[in-house]
């Protein structure tokens, strides 16, 4: 055992004796920093988890009840009693747990040192895409070391909430970033906020897509930045569907070239808008959470995102192939919720509905409906299901948008008109309550 090592081994020694001989106080100091994995010693970490359990059960520590507990192990008592006489107080377990979390980190960033290399090296793990995102995962679980800070009275936030009262109240911030449906708004107590994660469900052509990338190009007009990352369209389709929102051209005419020369005017308006936007692209077919992860980490890290849509979940691939699809979706829906509280985002992620859906005289759609993962509904904050309520033989639909869920607002439905050919949403001021039907254009063109 080399110098540095037996500081270590002594930091440890130290720590585990403070908390047998002065228990909860001494627990208190030293496990702001640390946990039973930040021993490096077995036998160490075997104490600190025993320990650890009686102090939490409200129970005496010290050796007579760690030798009940352990009895019949091979353990040198006569080791351990004197790793507890050697200690003199109790606040001296926080200075020296700091040291054996400090060794800790070293250790875990050698160990993932090792398995980015393993990992370069192994064709087997994957493309170098998603070998580089799996390898950045890992050196950022090492770079987050969180926060620790002991629990507050709910006095002392008293101040901070009138500031935000205040600014609130005087228009300085804005209460939500504004989805520019204005009903939806009024649900969503002023629009999405960082942290949440938001799905919108459909069956597939609903638009889905084309409604969350308004939402993403809606945030990005007001000068939030906001991400789109495709695993179903191209860039370039994305970027087509942009210009003809912003344009108000065909896309279909985008898409052939056959434009007149008011619709060229027109797409080199929307065009001009577009290199305004603070509105970010990516496609990439199947990507994993680590992608996201990398991917999205970068956007907020270089550009300020603030709202990042995610099409669609059930593109996305699994970290783990041996495991079940489902839970291999449960991650991904966990993960992306916990990377937009990380990165203080929205993170908007698309989702596909049962086919059980077309079967119903209602078209409307209910939780239950979300596909495959029920931890969509456990996962997120907000959940809009989109369904077709009146379908026009030009495209210029009458959409029924339903919030399912929503954390801290109301529940209920907002009537979308939606110009399939200028891929635009609107709030439509229809009815929502007969079942949907089919119509032509002609009563409808006239709304848009």
Same mark, same amino acid.
């Given at each position: ?97 700091? #040291? ?8 875990? #960033? ?10 370069? =090296? ?63 708004? &009024? ?84 065009? =001009? ?120 033989? #030009? ?9 399912? &869920? ?23 001021? =229809? ?5 949907? &039907?089919?119509?032509?254009? &002609? ?6």
């Amino acid at each position: 055992m080399n110098e540095a090592q037996t500081i270590i081994h002594q930091a440890e020694s130290e720590v585990i004796g403070s908390v047998i001989t002065f228990g909860p106080a001494a627990y208190d100091a030293a496990a702001q920093y640390i946990s039973s994995d930040s021993f490096s010693d077995p036998l160490h970490q075997q104490l600190w988890s025993v320990a650890e359990r009686l102090i939490l059960k409200g129970e005496d520590v010290g050796l007579v009840p760690l030798m009940h507990i352990l009895q019949g192990q091979d353990i040198d008592w006569g080791h351990v009693n004197a790793m507890a006489d050697g200690v003199l107080s109790a606040r001296s377990a926080g200075s020296r747990a700091q #040291i054996v979390a400090a060794a800790a980190s070293e250790r875990a #960033i050698r160990k993932a040192a090792a398995q980015v290399k393993s990992i370069a =090296e192994d064709e087997d793990e994957g493309t170098v895409s998603q070998r580089v995102a799996r390898s950045v995962e890992l050196l950022e679980a090492v770079a987050d070391v969180r926060l620790r800070q002991d629990p507050r009275p709910v006095a002392d936030f008293a101040a901070d909430f009138l500031d935000r009262l205040s600014a609130l109240a005087e228009g300085k911030t804005e209460s939500g970033r504004a989805t520019g449906i204005p009903r939806l708004d &009024k649900m969503l107590s002023g629009g999405l906020r960082d942290g949440q994660l938001v799905i919108v469900a459909a069956r597939p052509s609903v638009g889905k897509s084309s409604f969350a990338q308004q939402l993403a190009m809606t945030h990005a007009s007001s000068g939030y930045g906001s991400g789109f990352f495709g695993m179903e369209m191209t860039s370039a389709e994305l970027t087509n569907r942009t210009v003809a929102n912003l344009g108000r051209v065909s896309l279909s005419n985008i898409k052939t070239g056959n434009l007149s020369t008011e619709q060229w005017q027109r797409v080199v308006e929307g065009v =001009e808008n577009l290199r305004s936007l603070p509105l970010y692209l990516y496609d990439q077919p199947a990507m994993t959470l680590a992608e996201v992860g990398a991917k999205a980490r970068l956007l907020v890290r270089r550009y300020g995102v603030k709202t990042l849509v995610v099409d669609y979940l059930q593109l996305m691939k699994g970290g783990n192939d041996r495991n079940d699809r489902r839970v291999q979706l449960e991650e991904i829906t966990r993960g992306l919720k916990q990377l937009a509280k990380q990165l203080g985002i929205t993170v908007v992620l698309l989702s596909q509905l049962n086919r059980q859906i077309e079967q119903r005289t209602n078209p409307r759609p209910i939780l239950s409906d979300l596909k495959e993962c029920g931890a969509i509904e456990e996962d997120a904050d907000i959940v809009l299901a989109l369904w077709t309520h009146v379908k026009s033989d #030009i495209g210029l639909d009458i959409k029924g948008l339903a919030v399912l &869920k929503n954390r801290d607002g109301e529940t209920g439905e907002v009537a979308l008109h939606f110009n399939g050919p200028h891929q635009h949403w609107t709030e439509s001021t =229809e009815s929502l309550q007969a079942l949907g &039907k089919t119509t032509t254009g &002609k009563r409808y063109s006239e709304d848009f």
